[in-house]
């Protein structure tokens, strides 16, 4: 470009064109910066109240840190649980810290860091309050009734279950150990003892109006005999008939559990696809998003 107009291009590059780009930059985030404050001024005098399995839970955000970039928005929130009539939620703590930008980026329209403690800290209260405690009748027709004569399964959790990240593919998982199954017969008599530890991949799925929900993927499960004295009894077979019973009944029992732990949500916004994974103590709950009304 020559001239006149050559000339005005050239004022414009280099250090100038690099101090208008840098002062647009700067009035974008200061903008998206004011726009957004009124909202999290709401968020922070809001508490909701949820019901997770018969537990009472209140939920309330603090919003910490606002931060503007070109790769989007960022909004780091404490999170405060209570259980209202629960004095208590003892739960092991993961120390981690939250995930930065980067880590956050995606190319989904949102993507929600929630710390595991978070759901952790549910699982424990929970716990705590029995709600974990099984009780299943086996049917009449079935093998492990009709034949073996066992009548129902009581499953009782000794620790809380966990979230965790697995570091070898990135996936969330729920690692459950240490319950206590008694097989009961018509009478009521405990006539078998199994221990159960399992391994579950977590999932991240759409519900009921585009709403999403953790789910359960790839599970292991792990059943051992136990003797009178409560020791693994290796020598003790656990007949087939029983142990796909119990396989069975505790994956249904699981994939409950999953579903009723709280996911975000948002109103007027449905989400037409969704991913989980894990960074340093947190799950990333991402999706696309498409608006619902006008």
Do not use: C
Not at 38 to 44: D, F, M, Q, V
Not at 54 to 71: A, H, I
Not at 267 to 275: P, T, Y
């Amino acid at each position: 470009v020559g001239g006149l107009a050559g000339t005005i291009v050239d004022a414009f590059s280099g250090d100038v064109e690099s101090s208008v780009a840098s002062m647009m930059t700067d009035a974008v985030k200061d903008s998206a910066q004011t726009a957004i404050q009124p909202y999290l001024t709401e968020l922070r005098t809001q508490t909701w109240g949820i019901d997770v399995l018969g537990l009472s839970t209140q939920v309330r955000l603090q919003p910490t840190r606002l931060e503007v970039s070109d790769m989007g928005l960022l909004v780091e929130s404490s999170v405060a649980l209570n259980f209202p009539g629960l004095n208590s939620a003892e739960y092991v703590m993961t120390k981690s810290s939250a995930p930065n930008a980067a880590a956050m980026a995606s190319t989904e329209s949102l993507r929600v860091g929630v710390a595991d403690d978070v759901g952790n800290q549910i699982l424990a209260a929970l716990w705590g309050q029995g709600k974990l405690s099984q009780h299943f009748d086996i049917p009449s027709d079935h093998p492990a009734n009709s034949l073996l004569g066992f009548a129902s399964l009581d499953l009782d959790m000794q620790l809380p279950p966990m979230l965790k990240g697995n570091g070898d593919d990135g996936a969330a998982q729920l690692v459950v150990g240490d319950m206590l199954l008694s097989v009961k017969g018509v009478d009521g008599r405990v006539l078998e003892r199994i221990s159960v530890s399992a391994k579950i991949d977590l999932t991240l799925g759409l519900g009921d109006n585009s709403a999403v929900n953790l789910g359960t993927g790839d599970t292991e499960i792990w059943l051992a005999a136990l003797d009178e004295a409560g020791q693994t009894a290796l020598s003790t077979p656990i007949p087939d008939a029983l142990k796909s019973l119990v396989i069975d009944e505790f994956t249904v029992f699981l994939q409950e559990t999953m579903g009723s732990l709280p996911t975000p949500q948002l109103d007027e916004i449905a989400v037409v696809s969704s991913s989980l994974g894990v960074t340093g103590g947190y799950l990333l709950m991402g999706g696309q998003l498409t608006r619902t009304s006008p």
